[in-house]
């Protein structure tokens, strides 16, 4: 399984992005998807992940700001992601996993930059 992750970039606070996650490969092993992130000095952190059969769960410092979708017929997750903090600054992350996302999801992507700028 391949995930090729885009839409990062430069945003004021208080803007938005979307991020996309497109998979390839043996695709009909895929259960889960998430977007995780990590800060520099920080540890990388679960930011949203959605189940095979759409059930989302958030880290509750994004909860009500970001939205994690999928669309099974792209195989592609999205992140939309509102009212961007500067504290939301990292590198995000694409994951995919046979079951449940965890904390050692079977599969990555390459990060994406998210800077939000003050």
């Known amino acids: 399984v391949q995930l090729q992750a885009s839409g990062g970039g430069l945003v004021q606070a208080g803007g938005s992005l979307r991020l996309s996650c497109a998979a390839s490969?043996?695709?009909?092993?895929?259960?889960?998807m998430g977007w995780y992130r990590q800060a520099p000095g920080k540890q990388r952190e679960l930011v949203a992940a959605?189940?095979?059969?759409?059930?989302?769960r958030y880290a509750e410092s994004v909860k009500g700001r970001f939205t994690i979708s999928r669309d099974n017929a792209k195989n592609t997750v999205y992140l939309q992601m509102n009212s961007l903090k500067p504290e939301d600054t990292a590198v995000y992350y694409c994951?995919?996993?046979?079951?449940?996302?965890?904390?050692?999801?079977?599969?990555w992507g390459q990060g994406t930059q998210v800077t939000v700028s003050s």
């Open positions: 994951a995919a996993d046979r079951v449940r996302i965890a904390a050692s999801p079977d599969y």
């Open positions: 959605i189940s095979g059969g759409g059930t989302t």
């Open positions: 490969g043996s695709i009909f092993s895929i259960n889960s």
